[in-house]
């Protein structure tokens, strides 16, 4: 069955640095990717996803993420943390060919920005 | 913007006791959705429903629970005989489907609480 990996669950950066949070898929066929931040006590937001084409994806918020088929990974990154940047991060799939469309999440990365 | 309603937006019921969870998705979107995510754990998905009826559900999705849409407009999950154990923020989501993939819309959520 598709799985999602984030490493991390918790990434510390200061306010200025390069944000990277890690997320791999187990498929052999690489499925739909995606990023979703979720604030405290909020739904879920799309940042960024990745579906066709250009492997390097830009989302909101200075957000963006590459998808690598020979690693599996979709790794995401902003160049420069900013404090409202502080939330959970989940990286979801949704298999390819799946007629349902559901999304299988991750654990979820907690970005926590120091000033 | 269109966006997905859900209500209540908090329910706290005893163990046994049957709950509606009630989501109005996008107007014309045509695939729907609920995951749930216990406190600290990552979003899971339980049913899709398309074209009035359950397309895919998963393990956690079982007897206790139902999905209806009742009226065109309204989504609505039911939970039979609550369990401690159903305590969580559940989410409605829905896609407005089509020929190539879009992205899923979430609702801000219903947090239940089964005491």
């Known amino acids: ?9 918790h990434v510390s950066v200061s306010e200025g640095a390069l944000v990277l949070l890690r997320c791999n898929y187990s498929s ?11 604030y405290p006590n909020q739904g879920l937001q799309l940042l960024l996803k990745y579906t066709t084409g250009a492997t390097l994806v830009k989302g909101i918020n200075g957000f963006e993420a590459e998808f690598k088929k020979s690693e599996t990974s979709f790794h995401l990154t902003k160049p420069s943390a900013h404090m409202s940047d502080a ?7 949704t298999p390819w060919m799946d007629s349902s469309y559901k999304l299988i999440f ?5 970005l926590l920005v120091r000033p | 913007e269109p966006e997905v309603t859900q209500t209540p937006s908090h329910q706290v019921t005893q163990m046994g006791q049957e709950v509606i969870l009630r989501c109005v998705p996008i107007s014309n979107h045509l695939y729907f959705y609920w995951y749930r995510q216990i406190l600290g754990q990552k979003v899971e998905f339980l049913v899709s429903f398309y074209n009035n009826e359950i397309s895919e559900k998963s ?16 989504f609505t999950l039911k939970i039979r005989s609550t369990k401690l154990e159903d305590s969580a923020m559940y989410f409605c989501a829905s896609i407005a489907g089509g020929a190539s993939y879009n992205e899923q819309f979430f609702g801000p959520g219903t947090r ?4």
């Open chain 1, 1 to 9: 069955a598709q799985s999602v990996t984030q490493l991390g669950s």
């Open chain 1, 28 to 38: 052999s066929v690489p499925p739909y990717l995606f990023w979703y931040v979720q």
């Open chain 1, 87 to 93: 939330a959970e991060y989940f990286c979801a799939v």
């Open chain 1, 106 to 110: 991750g654990s979820g990365t907690r």
């Open chain 2, 59 to 74: 393990e956690i999705f079982d007897d206790q629970f139902s999905v209806e849409r009742p009226d065109g407009s309204n």
């Open chain 2, 112 to 115: 239940l609480t089964v005491l």
